[in-house]
């Protein structure tokens, strides 16, 4: 995960640093949005609501074409996943109040958690997945530096060394290997404060 953020936080400071020394016209660089995530995932056949919450920040090179990174908070049944993204984004649409968006990027879900009773059958899931999302964004402006926007991605998980091990009264039996992959389409609904 720590290569995941220091690649993010790279990206980030050489668009900066890109944007800078070129002297671009860009209005408002830099972004932060959160808002509400739901949506569902198909692990195996099972199709699984999620629900969730995310941070993202943003800084734009020119007037259409920006780099983000993201942190999401999901929860998907009984199961709690964090994920980090990092990508681009391209504004197709620019109006007065109105803006439209597509972009892609590359991130990383883990989970780290304990189910079952530790006194009886428990079971230690580390879940690991490389993820994929493409979205398409509309955005509305309430100010010059506030909007919301609702967002639609197609996620796609490609499953990363994940394994679960059960212990039954605190002793470790066994640990099997998981090799599922998941996707599913999600949606965000969320504010952006414009700097």
């Not at 995530?37 to 920006?66: C, Q, R, W, Y």
């Not at 506030?146 to 066994?174: P, R, V």
Request: with cysteine; proline share 2%; glycine share 10%.
């Amino acid at each position: 995960m720590r290569y995941f953020l220091l690649l993010g936080y790279l990206s980030v400071s050489i668009t900066c640093t890109y944007a800078e020394n070129m002297h671009l016209p860009v209005k408002n660089k830099f972004s932060i949005s959160t808002g509400y995530i739901g949506g569902g995932e198909n692990f195996s056949d099972d199709k699984e609501e999620l629900h969730g919450f995310f941070v993202k920040g943003a800084v734009k090179t020119s007037p259409h074409i920006g780099f983000y990174i993201e942190y999401n908070k999901q929860k998907i049944s009984i199961l709690k996943f964090n994920e980090v993204t990092a990508g681009t984004q391209y504004k197709f649409y620019s109006g007065k109040k109105i803006n439209g968006l597509v972009g892609g990027g590359v991130g990383y879900m883990w989970l780290d958690q304990k189910l079952g009773d530790s006194n009886a059958l428990a079971v230690d899931l580390k879940l690991k997945y490389i993820t994929t999302p493409l979205f398409i964004e509309g955005e509305a402006r309430l100010s010059e530096h506030l909007s919301y926007f609702s967002n639609l991605s197609y996620q796609w998980l490609f499953n990363y060394d994940s394994k679960a091990c059960f212990t039954i009264k605190g002793i470790q039996t066994t640990c099997d290997s998981i090799k599922v992959n998941a996707n599913g389409l999600v949606y965000k609904l969320g504010l952006r404060y414009h700097f």
